[in-house]
């Protein structure tokens, strides 16, 4: 069975422009979360989605930041606009309705902000 | 503030012997534990989960313990592997609750 997916696996980019990370969850999933992981703060979660809605996005650190879930097999992670600081892996992950079902990671994006 | 804390950074082990890996948390209200594993560039796997109904649980060469008096849990391996080289993170979450805190990881490195 595919995983979860994350496209971009690397991206670089220049402070200011606007950056796009993108998840596919494993199919039958109703839950989908997005997570930073940085030397300083650790894996740290940003937003979770059920069925589609977003649940608790207090992790979102600014309005820079946005994440849509459009439809059950696809969400995006919006930087805009970009900063320096905001240079690190991004992985989303998915869980079953289960809450005692662990979630599944996908690979990351990691991203660089010049 | 930091609800859930692995202050080891790094654990060196050799083959063959058990490996312990340590997390404290400090909210009393978390009732579920879970191990991850990680390796580089790859996301984390879970390993092995405990609810606080348990003080253990068992798989295979892992097995996690929990002390909830002391708000502590631990991951043994054993006998530890050149595989079982990675950082590992613990997490804790409220039953019903999707949201997981993570600790800030332990990289374990098993030595031939």
Request: proline share 7%.
């Amino acid at each position: 069975d595919a995983g979860v997916i994350q496209s971009p696996r690397h991206e670089v980019t220049e402070m200011g422009q606007e950056v796009t990370l993108r998840c596919k969850p494993i199919s039958g999933h109703d839950y989908l979360f997005w997570y930073r992981q940085t030397m300083m703060r650790g894996l740290e979660l940003l937003i979770y989605f059920n069925n589609n809605v977003p649940i608790d996005d207090s992790g979102m650190p600014e309005d820079r930041f946005s994440a849509k879930m459009p439809n059950a097999s696809f969400s995006t992670l919006k930087i805009q606009p970009s900063e320096p600081r905001d240079s690190a892996v991004y992985f989303c992950a998915s869980s079953p309705v289960n809450s005692n079902q662990p979630q599944h990671f996908g690979d990351g994006t990691r991203l660089s902000i010049l | 503030d930091q609800q859930v804390k692995q202050n080891s950074p790094s654990l060196s082990v050799q083959e063959g012997r058990i490996s312990i890996l340590n997390c404290d948390y400090t909210n009393s209200m978390f009732d579920y534990f879970l191990w991850y594993k990680k390796y580089p560039a790859e996301g984390p796997t879970f390993l092995i989960s405990i609810s606080s109904i348990k003080d253990k649980n068992e798989d295979g060469r892992f097995t996690v313990f929990l002390n909830k008096s002391a708000k502590h849990l631990s991951l043994h391996i054993v006998p530890s592997q050149p595989g079982d080289s990675a950082v590992y993170f613990c997490a804790a979450s409220f039953q019903g609750a999707q949201k997981l805190v993570f600790g800030q990881g332990t990289r374990l490195t098993i030595n031939p």
